[in-house]
């Protein structure tokens, strides 16, 4: 067993700032479907220290569970007095958890995948993604991995609505998926990398992308979409209409961007502005998309989604938006097959809905 001196796997001050009180309990998804407390952010925590002081061993079956059960939703962080970092614990176990072949095979595969710059510019070249070179303000659009190829959709309705941004085709992966899969210092680089490349302002229309890249490149450089329309002082145009009708809209909330970034306000406002909005019991808790969480632990995901579910279609609702690609295809792909009519869509899908609506 490896010495504690010769561990060093978390930061001290972080484990340090815990102080065991138990208000995170009731905001972790987690604990709400299991009510062990292993399987809450105190819990988990216990788990740290236990390993960085050698009281576990590293196989210990209980630290490859729950370092894996996390879904890293960082809502703990929103209630916490104490101020722990939880969202930078969770990358740092995972870091030492996660290494070489101890990796889900489908994260390995899919951080190949996004570490290939030539790849991205494939898939765009196939799904026609926005594209525009650099102009006005210099500020610039993200395309993200997943959009790119899922949703090309999301970044041609971006620049439809502020033409100024620029949407550079060689720009790669923002490094977001490897720190949340066990190797934080290759996404910690590829968003340095991402902001050489794009060294003006950059716009992102994923809330997860925005709070990882915000870590790295800072606050002030890093703008999630509804927060940058809401400064440009962006007015919507139109609206949308079921029937004779304006259209019923929730929102989904992105975690990191909500927990992480503390924007709710903007998305919402947006919303208001071009249809009826709705608030939906829950609308801040976790999808279970999480990223990858939903294809690892697919079982898992479904548990947490199903009550949000639910909510939605007893809310009376014509839509629900999101304002992250991977809460986008989670809700998207559950309310088909649910033969749900509610249609889920991006935010800016849903401005430039209501923009060609006018014309």
């Known amino acids: 067993m490896t010495e504690p001196a010769e561990r060093g796997i978390f930061g001290k001050d972080l484990l340090d700032r815990c102080i065991s009180c138990g208000f995170c309990l009731p905001a972790c998804p987690t604990y709400a479907l299991t009510g062990d407390e292993a399987s809450s952010p105190r819990g988990r925590i216990t788990l740290m220290r236990a390993l960085e002081t050698g009281r576990l061993d590293e196989d210990d079956p209980t630290l490859a569970e729950e370092s894996s059960f996390c879904l890293g939703c960082r809502s703990c962080e929103t209630v916490c007095p104490a101020g722990v970092e939880y969202g930078a614990l969770l990358e740092q176990w995972r870091d030492h958890q996660w290494r070489g072949r101890r990796r889900p095979w489908i994260a390995r595969l899919l951080m190949a995948v996004v570490s290939r710059t030539w790849l991205l510019r494939l898939q765009g070249l196939v799904r026609r993604h926005a594209r525009a070179r650099s102009r006005e303000d210099g500020s610039a659009l993200m395309l993200g991995c997943v959009e790119r190829g899922l949703y090309p959709q999301v970044s041609r309705a971006a620049r439809a609505l502020r033409p100024e941004l620029a949407a550079p085709a060689a720009q790669g992966c923002c490094g977001a998926l490897h720190a949340h899969n066990g190797d934080s210092a290759k996404g910690a680089a590829l968003a340095r990398e991402l902001g050489d490349r794009l060294p003006g302002r950059i716009v992102t229309t994923a809330g997860g992308c925005a709070a990882h890249l915000s870590t790295h490149l800072g ?15 962006h007015q919507a145009l139109g609206e949308v209409r079921v029937g004779d009708r304006r259209a019923r809209v929730a929102l989904q909330d992105s975690c990191h961007l909500r927990n992480g970034m503390g924007v709710t306000r903007q998305p919402r406002d947006l919303i208001r502005a071009v249809a009826d909005y709705v608030e939906l019991p829950g609308a801040g808790d976790c999808c279970g998309a999480a990223g990858t969480y939903a294809m690892l632990r697919p079982k ?3 548990a947490v989604l199903d009550p949000k579910l639910d909510a939605i279609e007893q809310s009376g609702v014509d839509y629900v938006v999101a304002v992250n690609p991977g809460c986008l295809r989670q809700l998207q792909q559950s309310l088909r097959a649910r033969r749900s009519t509610i249609r889920a869509l991006h935010l800016v899908e849903l401005l430039r809905e209501a923009q060609n609506a006018r014309v």
Do not use: M, P, Q
């Open 219 to 233: 606050r002030d450089r890093v703008k999630e979409v509804s927060e940058y329309l809401a400064e440009a002082g």
């Open 300 to 302: 898992d995901s479904r």
